[in-house]
């Protein structure tokens, strides 16, 4: 059997066939009769009017959606009929399958994972690769509705990205300080929210799938796909001083935008409320500036897509939960136009975050306040927080992390797996940031501000910690996501679906 | 009426779906008409996807007096019908 991974033209997208007018394809026929009762896409037919009222989607974007969401349900019925006919089938016969229709390997496979989230399905996997997949609903009727709204799972695990706030077609999501609240009365159940969550069900095989871009480079268990490990420090003096670490992240940003490669970047700044973060939309490389440096408080970022989408060129920064929704986005192809402004998606490291109030008393508890403070950072197993007279106080993590948000324990993720390029502290020496660049988009990006002469740079596996440090302690985030994910099970708690 | 009738009617051997509606503004059900055309368009855009052609379906307005356009729109079905390949799924 050949390894599900070794497909190099899961990728590539394949031009749909000129149609023929006036074919009448029984099976197909009774896919697209199945495919627009779905809920999700007669949600967004029947309030077409109230959504293009909110003018978060254009005309345009809502057709180019709904009819993404069709065709994707029109597929997976296609595919699931064909099951359905032969009982099962195997790895080989679903590429056959795909040669046949024209369609990706990926998007294929893709397919398969709905029909199993939503109970048409099961998958075999033998040795961790995809083996067979068999039929278990005899009638679409009996398929198991996934696409329920977010807040259904969102209080128990919700990782505070704000991805649901940002696709939500109504605007009724708002998420502040980790919690999102709906307001029910604009709501209209079309589950969006909850199949662009990254806490409802990620296939982190699809995610690894499509950042090795069909393991074109190879799949670490503990840090995911990268091309290249390294350890760079920024070379603008502005920004060294400002930088969290390296200040690698402004500097990508800030060669992006001074190379034309990007026109707005989402970040976080400081909000109105000292070390209370806000969505950021940078429009300049001076903006860059003022995006640098780690707010420890979860931050919803990608609530402030709406507002990002009138630009054309996009960089988005972000924790790995982050990554994984823009990354879902990619496998599950919401909102296919955004998803092509968004040229960079530049993770940072992440073991947890915390709430607002978290930060506060984490402040006091090391005898300062967030007033005094002016940088904050953990490293080496410490909580330091710099105060502005230059003077530095700390403690041990494990005295501060009870202040850290409970619902971060559902986390596998610790180095942003699917992002274009991730960066962090842990394996770098204090002042340079540690650097996986994963997809040809990051490691352009990533060479680019190179060549532009505005970084320093050594190769990871050249220093102290370096990369076994790293891959340690991204191994101890993500055994203590399955435990955690284990026990709620056990308790009957919703868990993110990771499988 | 939404497009999953639409398609139903298709998928069971019609070869054309014509709707007829009152005018928007003059509907009973006060927002039937529109529910009804938001349905329409989608379902043209679903068989032009499939490979029908969205040619096969189409929605009329017209109010209890005007008869004349409710002969046009039936005409009009009609010879679209009859110059369409029948639908083989009878
Ligand atoms: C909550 C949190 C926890 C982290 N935990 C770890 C960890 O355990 N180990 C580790 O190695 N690294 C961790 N990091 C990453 C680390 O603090 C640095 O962000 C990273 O090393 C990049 O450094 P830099 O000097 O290149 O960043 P800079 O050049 O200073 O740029 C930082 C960028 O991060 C963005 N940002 C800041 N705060 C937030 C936020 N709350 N949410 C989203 N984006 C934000 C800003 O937009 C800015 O563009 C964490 C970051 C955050 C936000
Ligand atoms: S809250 Fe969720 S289900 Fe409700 S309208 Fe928004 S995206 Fe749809
Ligand atoms: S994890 Fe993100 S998308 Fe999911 S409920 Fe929380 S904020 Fe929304
Ligand atoms: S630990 Fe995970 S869920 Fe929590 S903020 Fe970091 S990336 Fe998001």
Not at chain 1, 69 to 82: D, G, N, P, S, Y
Not at chain 2, 3 to 17: F, K, Q, Y
Request: net charge neutral; charged share 25%; proline share 4%.
């Amino acid at each position: 059997m050949e390894n599900w991974h070794q497909f190099p033209h899961i990728c590539e997208n394949i031009e749909a066939k000129e149609m023929q007018e006036n074919t009448f394809e029984k099976s197909k026929l009774d896919a697209a009769y199945y495919a627009v009762q779905s809920f999700r896409v007669r949600c967004l037919v029947d309030s077409r009017e109230d959504i293009l009222k909110t003018g978060r989607y254009t005309e345009e974007n809502l057709d180019n959606m709904t009819m993404d969401l069709f065709a994707q349900e029109l597929h997976k019925f296609q595919f699931w009929q064909k099951i359905k006919n032969s009982g099962s089938m195997k790895w080989d016969q679903i590429i056959a399958y795909a040669r046949e229709t024209g369609q990706a390997v990926f998007d294929v496979v893709r397919q398969a994972y709905e029909m199993k989230y939503e109970g048409l399905a099961s998958i075999e996997e033998l040795n961790g690769q995809f083996s067979q997949i068999t039929a278990t609903a005899a009638d679409p009727g009996d398929i198991r509705p996934i696409y329920d709204q977010v807040s259904k799972i969102s209080p128990h695990i919700c990782s505070g990205c704000g991805m649901c706030a940002g696709i939500c077609p109504l605007g009724c999501i708002t998420v502040e300080n980790g919690k999102l609240t709906i307001d029910e009365t604009k709501c209209i159940h079309c589950g969006l929210c909850f199949t662009a969550c990254p806490r409802s069900f990620l296939p982190k095989k699809l995610v690894d799938w499509l950042v090795s871009h069909g393991e074109a480079a190879p799949v670490d268990v503990q840090i995911g796909s990268y091309l290249e490990a390294l350890s760079a420090q920024t070379k603008v003096p502005d920004i060294l001083t400002v930088g969290q670490d390296g200040g690698v992240v402004t500097t990508l940003l800030y060669y992006a935008f001074q190379a034309g490669k990007i026109d707005a970047a989402l970040g976080a700044k400081m909000g109105t409320t000292l070390w209370k973060p806000e969505p950021f939309i940078m429009r300049t490389k001076e903006d860059a500036i003022l995006a640098a440096g780690t707010k420890y408080a979860n931050n919803p970022n990608l609530s402030a897509l709406p507002q990002v989408k009138k630009f054309s060129k996009i960089a988005v920064v972000g924790t790995p939960c982050m990554m994984q929704a823009l990354r879902k986005g990619d496998i599950f192809k919401l909102d296919a136009k955004l998803r092509d402004q968004i040229k960079y998606k530049i993770g940072i490291f992440c073991m947890e975050s915390f709430p607002y109030e978290g930060i506060v008393q984490i402040a006091k508890q090391l005898g300062t306040s967030i007033e005094n403070a002016k940088k904050m950072n953990i490293n080496q197993g410490k909580f330091f927080i710099t105060n502005k007279d230059g003077t530095v106080v700390q403690a041990p993590i494990k005295e501060v992390t009870q202040h850290a948000r409970k619902e971060c324990h559902y986390c596998y993720d610790l180095t942003s797996e699917s992002a274009d390029i991730s960066v962090g502290s842990i394996g770098s020496p204090a002042g340079w940031s540690s650097v996986l660049v994963r997809t040809p988009a990051g490691k352009e990006l990533f060479d680019g501000a190179l060549a532009a002469g505005l970084l320093e740079v050594k190769k990871l596996a050249e220093i102290q910690p370096g990369l076994p440090l790293l891959v340690k302690i991204a191994g101890t985030k993500s055994n203590n996501s399955s435990k955690k994910v284990l026990e709620g099970l056990e308790k009957k708690h919703p868990v993110p679906a990771y499988k | 009426m939404d497009t999953a009738d639409i398609l139903h009617a298709i998928r069971s051997g019609a070869d054309a779906v014509m709707l007829v509606g009152c005018k928007f503004g003059e509907c009973d059900y006060e927002t039937g008409n529109r529910t009804a055309k938001r349905h329409v368009d989608f379902a043209k855009r679903v068989l032009d996807s499939i490979g029908v052609g969205s040619n096969r379906v189409e929605m009329f307005f017209c109010s209890a007096a005007e008869s004349d356009k409710l002969v046009a729109a039936i005409t009009e079905m009609t010879r679209r019908v009859e110059e369409l390949p029948s639908n083989p799924l009878k």
